[in-house]
């Protein structure tokens, strides 16, 4: 597994949504590109990026905010949000993108996603399936689908995608955990491992997905890290499995000394 900060993009700005709720924003960096290299710094390998605007509108509004990351890190970057056309997806290939996340195409348009694999290959693209009470849900997850989320993991997976990104819309932002059940199902469905999204609210959560770490490919993580409940060195280490639970309970635990009040 590797951890993937995310940083989602509105209006130029590094948010996050409670529930995909574009009424419930909470702004945690004015430059992106700036967190970007915070993360990076802190050890970050990997960056998941979603251009809020784009998803509604269906145009990569935040584009050169995506280009302003890739000029100052030297992150892997995966970027979604408004990705529903081959002009688009090459574009942010183009600029330095590591993959491309295609989520409301794939339901409305399946023949862009078959194009799309053909011309990139599954190296170059991530199936973004996010889900309400098991139904995906597009356009920004303003809307249902109608579709059943493993039912089109599936035929995803039967189109040739090795990447899928599966959103707990309920759990996005809320930091109340995971639900392993809901992500070894997807990944049986779609034949690959998943990239888990939403409920992080620390490292002792990501070190919870032991038991199903054959299905999870990597852990986006977003609101935790913003507001201090996991540090991305914690998270890259549980992602790698040598990080102890028992570190973080000892610590909290353990009673002040004079030495720690005069430091």
């Not at 700036?34 to 990997?46: H, I, K, N, P, R």
């Amino acid at each position: 597994m590797y951890l993937l900060p995310a940083i989602d993009i509105l209006d130029g700005r590094a948010v996050r949504l409670a529930r995909g709720d574009y009424d419930a924003v909470t702004v945690y960096h004015d430059d992106p590109a700036t967190q970007a290299q915070l993360f990076e710094e802190d050890g970050a390998t990997w960056l998941h990026v979603v251009d809020l605007n784009g998803a509604k509108s269906g145009n990569p509004d935040n584009i050169e905010v995506v280009r302003r990351i890739l000029a100052r890190t030297k992150l892997k970057v995966e970027v979604g949000g408004g990705v529903r056309s081959l002009e688009v997806a090459d574009r942010l290939l183009d600029a330095g993108a590591t993959r491309v996340i295609l989520g409301t195409a794939l339901v409305r348009d399946p023949d862009f996603a078959r194009a799309a694999m053909e011309k990139f290959g599954p190296d170059a693209l991530v199936a973004g399936v996010d889900a309400k009470a098991g139904e995906a849900a597009v356009a920004g997850w303003i809307e249902g689908s109608g579709v059943a989320a493993t039912d089109l993991a599936a035929r995803m997976g039967a189109q040739g995608f090795e990447h899928i990104v599966y959103t707990d819309i309920a759990r996005d932002g809320m930091q109340t955990g995971v639900d392993n059940g809901a992500y070894a199902r997807m990944a049986a469905a779609f034949g690959n491992p998943v990239i888990v999204s939403g409920g992080i609210s620390s490292a002792a959560d990501i070190a919870a997905l032991g038991p199903i770490a054959d299905a999870v490919e990597g852990v986006i993580a977003g609101r935790a890290i913003y507001e201090g409940t996991l540090s991305v060195a914690d998270g890259v280490a549980a992602c790698a499995g040598t990080y102890r639970v028992s570190d973080q309970l000892e610590a909290e635990e353990k009673p002040l000394t004079i030495e720690d009040l005069e430091a």
